[in-house]
């Protein structure tokens, strides 16, 4: 399996990105994908997940309302659509695989409940 994010770039606060992450090497629409993003110094933490089928997803706290996540099961693409950035939105975001289908307990939430990670892109945030 390969994932590979791009998207990333520089944004004055208040802007808007759209992330994309393109998946190749098993069933797409059979695994649940996501975005966790790391600050420098800080842990890998989640962002947003979307189950195989993108009828259900969630968010952190911190981007609810602001972030969109969906994909495009066609083209095999997740996609995360930021919008009112802000500067602690400055990270390295990934993309990540789950094992199944569905978000059937919380283990969505935590780094070891994916199979696969994408490479990262940075998003940079100014003030």
């Known amino acids: 399996v390969q994932l590979q994010a791009s998207g990333g770039g520089l944004v004055q606060a208040g802007g808007s990105l759209r992330l994309s992450c393109v998946a190749s090497?098993?069933?797409?629409?059979?695994?649940?994908m996501a975005w966790f993003r790391q600050a420098p110094g800080k842990e890998r933490g989640f962002v947003a997940v979307?189950?195989?089928?993108?009828?259900?997803?969630d968010y952190s706290d911190s981007v609810k309302g602001r972030f969109t996540i969906s994909r495009d099961n066609a083209k095999n693409t997740v996609y995360l659509q930021m919008s009112n950035l802000k500067p602690e939105d400055t990270a390295v975001y990934y993309c990540?695989?789950?094992?199944?289908?569905?978000?059937?307990?919380?283990?969505?939430?935590?780094?070891?409940?994916?199979?696969?990670w994408g490479q990262g892109t940075q998003v940079t945030v100014s003030s």
């Open positions: 990540a695989q789950g094992s199944s289908r569905y978000l059937s307990d919380l283990s969505y939430y935590s780094t070891g409940g994916y199979d696969y």
């Open positions: 979307i189950s195989g089928s993108g009828l259900s997803s």
């Open positions: 090497g098993r069933t797409f629409s059979n695994y649940f």
